[in-house]
Protein backbone atom coordinates (compact mmCIF):
# COMPACT_ATOMS: atom_id res chain seq x y z
CA UNK A 1 0.00 0.00 0.00
CA UNK A 2 1.50 3.80 -0.97
CA UNK A 3 1.94 5.79 1.93
CA UNK A 4 0.95 9.55 1.83
CA UNK A 5 2.92 10.98 -1.00
CA UNK A 6 4.52 14.84 -0.83
CA UNK A 7 6.55 17.27 -2.62
CA UNK A 8 8.62 18.88 -2.99
CA UNK A 9 10.62 17.79 -0.20
CA UNK A 10 12.80 20.82 0.47
CA UNK A 11 12.08 24.66 -0.29
CA UNK A 12 13.93 28.06 -0.04
CA UNK A 13 12.23 31.11 -1.14
CA UNK A 14 13.32 34.56 -0.24
CA UNK A 15 10.50 36.67 1.97
CA UNK A 16 7.19 37.96 0.51
CA UNK A 17 7.73 35.31 -2.28
CA UNK A 18 4.92 32.42 -2.56
CA UNK A 19 4.95 28.59 -2.32
CA UNK A 20 2.59 25.68 -2.62
CA UNK A 21 3.01 22.01 -1.13
CA UNK A 22 1.37 19.28 -2.93
CA UNK A 23 0.03 16.09 -1.00
CA UNK A 24 -1.47 12.57 -2.74
CA UNK A 25 -3.34 10.70 0.93
CA UNK A 26 -3.55 6.66 0.88
CA UNK A 27 -6.14 5.65 -1.37
CA UNK A 28 -9.35 5.41 -0.08
CA UNK A 29 -8.36 7.93 2.84
CA UNK A 30 -11.27 10.64 3.41
CA UNK A 31 -9.96 12.74 5.70
CA UNK A 32 -6.57 14.81 5.03
CA UNK A 33 -4.69 17.16 7.65
CA UNK A 34 -1.95 19.35 6.99
CA UNK A 35 0.26 20.48 10.06
CA UNK A 36 2.65 22.87 10.72
CA UNK A 37 5.74 21.61 12.56
CA UNK A 38 8.16 24.28 13.89
CA UNK A 39 11.47 22.56 15.26
CA UNK A 40 11.53 21.34 18.73
CA UNK A 41 6.99 21.62 18.83
CA UNK A 42 4.71 19.00 18.08
CA UNK A 43 2.54 19.44 14.87
CA UNK A 44 -0.03 21.99 14.67
CA UNK A 45 -2.95 21.42 12.98
CA UNK A 46 -3.30 24.33 10.10
CA UNK A 47 -6.63 22.73 8.45
CA UNK A 48 -8.55 19.44 8.30
CA UNK A 49 -10.61 18.20 4.83
CA UNK A 50 -13.04 15.56 4.73
CA UNK A 51 -13.85 14.46 1.36
CA UNK A 52 -13.34 17.82 -0.57
CA UNK A 53 -14.95 20.09 2.34
CA UNK A 54 -13.51 21.73 5.60
CA UNK A 55 -14.06 20.59 8.93
CA UNK A 56 -11.84 22.62 10.72
CA UNK A 57 -9.52 25.92 9.36
CA UNK A 58 -9.54 27.74 12.27
CA UNK A 59 -5.65 28.04 12.71
CA UNK A 60 -5.10 28.53 9.25
CA UNK A 61 -3.53 31.79 8.44
CA UNK A 62 -6.17 33.08 5.92
CA UNK A 63 -4.61 35.99 4.81
CA UNK A 64 -1.87 34.52 3.86
CA UNK A 65 -2.45 30.35 3.73
CA UNK A 66 -4.85 28.62 1.58
CA UNK A 67 -5.34 25.15 0.86
CA UNK A 68 -7.95 23.46 -1.50
CA UNK A 69 -8.70 19.68 -2.05
CA UNK A 70 -10.20 18.86 -5.68
CA UNK A 71 -11.97 16.16 -5.80
CA UNK A 72 -11.74 14.90 -2.67
CA UNK A 73 -8.13 13.37 -3.51
CA UNK A 74 -4.78 15.75 -3.91
CA UNK A 75 -4.36 18.44 -1.70
CA UNK A 76 -2.37 21.73 -2.43
CA UNK A 77 -1.70 23.84 0.87
CA UNK A 78 -0.07 27.53 -0.60
CA UNK A 79 1.45 30.25 1.14
CA UNK A 80 1.38 33.63 -0.09
CA UNK A 81 3.44 35.84 0.44
CA UNK A 82 5.41 33.75 3.13
CA UNK A 83 6.70 35.55 6.28
CA UNK A 84 10.04 34.53 8.07
CA UNK A 85 8.31 32.42 10.77
CA UNK A 86 6.71 30.33 8.22
CA UNK A 87 9.76 28.37 7.97
CA UNK A 88 9.34 25.27 9.42
CA UNK A 89 7.97 22.01 8.10
CA UNK A 90 4.63 21.27 6.41
CA UNK A 91 3.36 17.82 7.30
CA UNK A 92 0.20 15.96 5.50
CA UNK A 93 -1.16 12.94 6.91
CA UNK A 94 -4.67 10.91 6.04
CA UNK A 95 -6.62 8.74 8.19
CA UNK A 96 -9.54 6.58 7.73
CA UNK A 97 -13.09 7.94 9.24
CA UNK A 98 -13.95 4.14 9.88
CA UNK A 99 -11.87 1.16 11.35
CA UNK A 100 -8.91 1.99 13.80
CA UNK A 101 -8.56 5.39 12.33
CA UNK A 102 -4.79 4.96 12.53
CA UNK A 103 -2.97 8.45 11.30
CA UNK A 104 -0.31 8.66 8.69
CA UNK A 105 2.29 10.89 7.88
CA UNK A 106 4.00 11.68 4.49
CA UNK A 107 7.78 12.59 4.68
CA UNK A 108 7.18 16.37 5.30
CA UNK A 109 8.16 19.45 3.26
CA UNK A 110 10.81 22.10 4.66
CA UNK A 111 10.28 25.13 4.30
CA UNK A 112 13.03 27.91 4.75
CA UNK A 113 12.07 31.74 4.09
CA UNK A 114 15.13 33.63 4.05
CA UNK B 1 -9.60 21.55 24.65
CA UNK B 2 -7.96 18.28 25.19
CA UNK B 3 -4.35 18.86 26.19
CA UNK B 4 -1.79 16.46 25.45
CA UNK B 5 2.09 16.42 27.84
CA UNK B 6 5.17 14.66 27.45
CA UNK B 7 7.51 14.28 30.09
CA UNK B 8 10.41 14.56 29.99
CA UNK B 9 11.36 17.00 26.93
CA UNK B 10 14.41 14.79 26.54
CA UNK B 11 16.55 11.66 28.12
CA UNK B 12 18.95 10.32 27.37
CA UNK B 13 20.26 6.46 28.46
CA UNK B 14 23.20 3.78 28.19
CA UNK B 15 22.56 1.00 25.08
CA UNK B 16 20.48 -1.83 26.64
CA UNK B 17 18.62 0.25 29.19
CA UNK B 18 14.89 -0.39 29.29
CA UNK B 19 13.51 3.04 29.20
CA UNK B 20 9.24 4.39 29.45
CA UNK B 21 8.52 7.44 27.96
CA UNK B 22 5.30 9.58 29.56
CA UNK B 23 2.24 10.37 27.66
CA UNK B 24 -0.89 12.60 29.84
CA UNK B 25 -3.96 13.94 28.43
CA UNK B 26 -6.52 16.06 30.02
CA UNK B 27 -9.33 14.99 28.59
CA UNK B 28 -10.46 11.06 28.77
CA UNK B 29 -13.16 10.89 25.94
CA UNK B 30 -10.60 9.41 23.54
CA UNK B 31 -11.65 7.56 20.58
CA UNK B 32 -7.53 5.96 20.60
CA UNK B 33 -4.11 6.85 21.07
CA UNK B 34 -1.13 6.86 19.22
CA UNK B 35 2.46 6.89 19.12
CA UNK B 36 4.84 7.93 16.54
CA UNK B 37 8.48 7.91 16.37
CA UNK B 38 10.14 11.30 14.18
CA UNK B 39 13.80 10.95 12.81
CA UNK B 40 15.09 14.51 12.10
CA UNK B 41 14.02 16.42 9.21
CA UNK B 42 11.54 13.23 8.54
CA UNK B 43 7.71 12.57 8.68
CA UNK B 44 6.22 10.90 12.00
CA UNK B 45 6.30 7.23 11.90
CA UNK B 46 2.98 5.36 13.28
CA UNK B 47 4.64 2.97 16.09
CA UNK B 48 1.48 1.76 18.04
CA UNK B 49 -2.14 2.38 18.25
CA UNK B 50 -4.42 2.20 21.82
CA UNK B 51 -8.15 2.07 20.65
CA UNK B 52 -10.43 3.32 24.12
CA UNK B 53 -11.59 -0.20 24.84
CA UNK B 54 -7.97 -1.03 25.23
CA UNK B 55 -5.31 -1.37 28.12
CA UNK B 56 -2.05 -1.63 25.95
CA UNK B 57 -0.45 -2.89 22.49
CA UNK B 58 2.69 -4.36 21.72
CA UNK B 59 5.29 -4.25 18.74
CA UNK B 60 8.30 -6.21 19.10
CA UNK B 61 10.12 -4.37 22.01
CA UNK B 62 7.83 -1.84 22.05
CA UNK B 63 4.87 -1.90 24.39
CA UNK B 64 2.18 0.85 24.93
CA UNK B 65 -0.16 1.22 27.89
CA UNK B 66 -3.41 3.34 27.99
CA UNK B 67 -5.13 4.05 31.56
CA UNK B 68 -7.83 6.57 29.99
CA UNK B 69 -9.63 7.02 33.86
CA UNK B 70 -6.18 8.62 34.29
CA UNK B 71 -5.24 10.21 31.10
CA UNK B 72 -2.09 8.52 30.85
CA UNK B 73 -0.42 6.34 28.38
CA UNK B 74 3.67 5.21 28.89
CA UNK B 75 5.49 3.67 25.83
CA UNK B 76 8.07 0.92 27.19
CA UNK B 77 11.16 0.58 25.21
CA UNK B 78 12.99 -2.59 26.06
CA UNK B 79 16.75 -3.30 25.52
CA UNK B 80 16.94 0.14 24.12
CA UNK B 81 19.19 0.77 21.06
CA UNK B 82 21.55 3.90 19.23
CA UNK B 83 18.95 3.06 16.26
CA UNK B 84 15.90 4.11 18.80
CA UNK B 85 17.32 7.82 18.93
CA UNK B 86 14.34 10.17 17.70
CA UNK B 87 11.57 12.00 18.93
CA UNK B 88 8.86 9.84 20.68
CA UNK B 89 5.28 12.10 19.98
CA UNK B 90 1.80 10.91 21.17
CA UNK B 91 -1.58 12.22 19.99
CA UNK B 92 -5.10 11.44 21.15
CA UNK B 93 -8.02 11.06 18.60
CA UNK B 94 -11.25 12.51 20.01
CA UNK B 95 -14.58 12.06 17.33
CA UNK B 96 -14.71 13.92 14.48
CA UNK B 97 -10.99 12.99 13.55
CA UNK B 98 -9.54 15.63 15.51
CA UNK B 99 -5.74 14.59 17.04
CA UNK B 100 -4.06 16.32 20.04
CA UNK B 101 -0.11 15.91 19.94
CA UNK B 102 2.61 16.61 22.36
CA UNK B 103 5.15 18.04 21.87
CA UNK B 104 7.40 15.11 22.28
CA UNK B 105 10.27 13.54 24.07
CA UNK B 106 13.92 13.57 22.50
CA UNK B 107 15.44 9.88 23.25
CA UNK B 108 19.24 10.14 23.13
CA UNK B 109 20.15 5.76 23.14
CA UNK B 110 23.97 5.77 23.60
CA UNK B 111 26.41 3.38 22.31
Known amino acids: EAGVAQSPRYKIIEKRQSVAFWCNPI?????LYWYQQILGQGPKLLIQ????????DSQLPKDRFSAERLKGVDSTLKIQPAKLEDSAVYLC????????????FGEGSRLTVL | KQEVTQIPAALSVPEGENLVLNCSFT??????LQWFRQDPGKGLTSLLL?????REQTSGRLNASLDKSSGRSTLYIAASQPGDSATYLC??????????FGTGTSLTVIP
Open chain 2, 27 to 32: DSAIYN
Open chain 1, 93 to 104: ASSQDRGLGELF
Open chain 1, 27 to 31: SGHAT
Open chain 1, 49 to 56: FQNNGVVD
Open chain 2, 91 to 100: AVRRTGNQFY
Open chain 2, 50 to 54: IQSSQ
